[in-house]
T-cell receptor, first 112, second 111 residues
Framework: GEDVEQSLFLSVREGDSSVINCTYTDSSSTYLYWYKQEPGAGLQLLTYIFSNMDMKQDQRLTVLLNKKDKHLSLRIADTQTGDSAIYFCAESIGNSGYALNFGKGTSLLVTP | DTAVSQTPKYLVTQMGNDKSIKCEQNLGHDTMYWYKQDSKKFLKIMFSYNNKELIINETVPNRFSPKSPDKAHLNLHINSLELGDSAVYFC??????????FGQGTRLTVV
């Protein structure tokens, strides 16, 4: 299948905002997700957005969805060193329950 | 209590061997999954099981076979292991279209 695209690296200074972008492939995806993976750890669901929404805000996280362009972004306000991790964008695959097609992940490095 | 648990956490084995990775979920979910994360951190779905029925089988070699003895377990059997099978394998479970919970992963190294 086609790939979900993300930039591979992002470096920001502590306190700044981080914006991670993603282009997904399946216009019929019902949900779009952002996962976080810390070094040596499993996957943690950060947030998700339903496909009929444009924006979702959850504390420091803001998700923007442009369905026309199949573009999803994750903004992290006041980025902290503990936010350093790999962030994966994912789209649900058709009607297959929660089966996901993941992007290649964006490694976020937060420097003091 | 661990929601989705995988064993072992680390597995080192020689080429040509047959091995299994076990996964158990105590959430009462009806669907379980296996994902593979390669050395470049790329994550791909391998299998999905719903009520003991295979739903998705991506282009995975038939050396890999999921086995579900009951709704709470989905084990991954791998025959004739190859160097390229080295990866981290994640198990997950979900109830319908709700959030999936992932296990901590099994790091498989084939030497």
């Amino acid at each position: 299948g086609e790939d979900v695209e993300q930039s591979l690296f992002l470096s920001v200074r502590e306190g700044d905002s981080s914006v991670i972008n993603c282009t997904y492939t399946d216009s019929s995806s019902t949900y779009l997700y952002w996962y976080k993976q810390e070094p040596g750890a499993g996957l943690q669901l950060l947030t998700y957005i339903f496909s009929n929404m444009d924006m979702k805000q959850d504390q420091r996280l803001t998700v923007l969805l442009n369905k026309k362009d199949k573009h999803l972004s994750l903004r992290i306000a006041d980025t902290q060193t503990g936010d350093s991790a790999i962030y994966f964008c994912a789209e649900s695959i058709g009607n297959s329950g929660y089966a996901l097609n993941f992007g290649k992940g964006t490694s976020l490095l937060v420097t003091p | 209590d661990t929601a989705v648990s995988q064993t072992p956490k680390y597995l080192v084995t020689q080429m040509g061997n047959d091995k299994s990775i076990k996964c158990e979920q105590n959430l009462g979910h009806d669907t379980m999954y296996w994902y593979k994360q390669d050395s470049k951190k790329f994550l791909k779905i391998m299998f999905s099981y719903n009520n003991k029925e295979l739903i998705i089988n991506e282009t995975v070699p038939n050396r890999f076979s999921p086995k579900s003895p009951d709704k709470a377990h989905l084990n991954l059997h791998i025959n004739s292991l190859e160097l390229g099978d080295s990866a981290v394998y994640f198990c997950a479970s979900s109830q319908g279209n709700s959030e999936a919970f992932f296990g901590q992963g099994t790091r498989l190294t084939v030497v």
